[in-house]
T-cell receptor, first 116, second 114 residues
Framework: GAVVSQHPSRVICKSGTSVKIECRSL??????MFWYRQFPKKSLMLMAT?????????EQGVEKDKFLINHASLTLSTLTVTSAHPEDSSFYIC????????????FGSGTRLTVV | AQSVTQLGSHVSVSEGALVLLRCNYS??????LFWYVQYPNQGLQLLLK??????LVKGINGFEAEFKKSETSFHLTKPSAHMSDAAEYFC????????????FGSGTQLTVLP
C-alpha cells in the first residue's frame, strides 16, 4: 500500500516553455501533498504544501507564479513550471500524506527536469 | 522549529562491516523521525520511522535506528554492509502527527568497499 506515482520521470524542455509534473496517490487518498526540489548532491528543499481543494502554501523564496501547484482531487497534484529557464533545471519530488500516519510521507520517484 | 544534522557527508565501510550513519535533531515539539534511502535519479524510499512507540525501530534491508531523547539522536545502523547498500541516506524530522512536512538533513553518501 501507499504508492505514489510521479510522471514524467525525465523531461527536457526549451527555455520559455511550461512543464507539468503529475503526482498521484494510487491506493490512498492524499489529503496533503508536498513538493520538494533537490539540487545535485544536495538535500531536499520543501517548495510548497498543498491540501486538496485549497491553495498551496509556498515556502519562503519560492515563486508561486513560476511554480504553479494544483491539488484538485484527493489523488492528484500537479506542479507546473512556467516559463522555464535553465536555472529551473533540477530534480523535483512529490510526497503524499493521507492523514493516516501509516500512509504518511510516501514519495514519488522524482522528475528530472532539464531546461535547454 | 525543527532541524536535522547528519554528521559526515560521506561514509565508507567495507563489505560486511558495521554501518553507522549519524543523525541529531532539534525540535520544539515531540518529533517523528525518519530515515530514507535514495539511489541515483530515484525518489526516496522509507527505511524506517519513529513515531513515539518503541525507541528501537527496525526497518527494511536489515537497518535499524534508536531514538535517544537525551542525546537528541536517531542514528542508523546495520550490522553488516552489502554492496547494494551504497546510496544516499537522509534523516528527516517532522512534528508528531500526520500530514506534516519533513525537514531533511543534508544527506550522507554511503560507499561500500569490496
Amino acid at each position: 500500500g501507499a504508492v505514489v506515482s510521479q510522471h514524467p520521470s525525465r523531461v527536457i524542455c526549451k527555455s520559455g516553455t511550461s512543464v507539468k509534473i503529475e503526482c498521484r496517490s494510487l491506493d490512498f487518498q492524499a489529503t496533503t501533498m508536498f513538493w520538494y526540489r533537490q539540487f545535485p548532491k544536495k538535500s531536499l528543499m520543501l517548495m510548497a504544501t498543498s491540501n486538496e481543494g485549497s491553495k498551496a502554501t509556498y515556502e519562503q523564496g519560492v515563486e508561486k507564479d513560476k511554480f504553479l501547484i494544483n491539488h484538485a482531487s484527493l489523488t492528484l497534484s500537479t506542479l507546473t513550471v512556467t516559463s522555464a529557464h535553465p536555472e529551473d533545471s533540477s530534480f523535483y519530488i512529490c510526497s503524499a500524506s493521507g492523514g493516516n500516519e501509516n500512509y504518511g510521507y510516501t514519495f514519488g520517484s522524482g522528475t528530472r527536469l532539464t531546461v535547454v | 522549529a525543527q532541524s536535522v544534522t547528519q554528521l559526515g557527508s560521506h561514509v565508507s565501510v567495507s563489505e560486511g562491516a558495521l554501518v553507522l550513519l549519524r543523525c541529531n535533531y532539534s525540535s520544539s515539539v515531540p518529533p517523528y523521525l525518519f530515515w530514507y534511502v535514495q539511489y541515483p535519479n530515484q525518489g526516496l524510499q522509507l527505511l524506517l520511522k519513529y513515531t513515539s512507540a518503541a525507541t528501537l525501530v527496525k526497518g527494511i534491508n536489515g537497518f535499524e535506528a534508536e531514538f535517544k531523547k537525551s542525546e537528541t539522536s536517531f542514528h542508523l545502523t546495520k550490522p553488516s554492509a552489502h554492496m547494494s547498500d551504497a546510496a544516499e541516506y537522509f534523516c528527516a524530522v517532522s512534528p508528531s502527527g500526520s500530514a506534516r512536512q519533513l525537514t531533511f538533513g543534508s544527506g550522507t553518501q554511503l560507499t561500500v568497499l569490496p
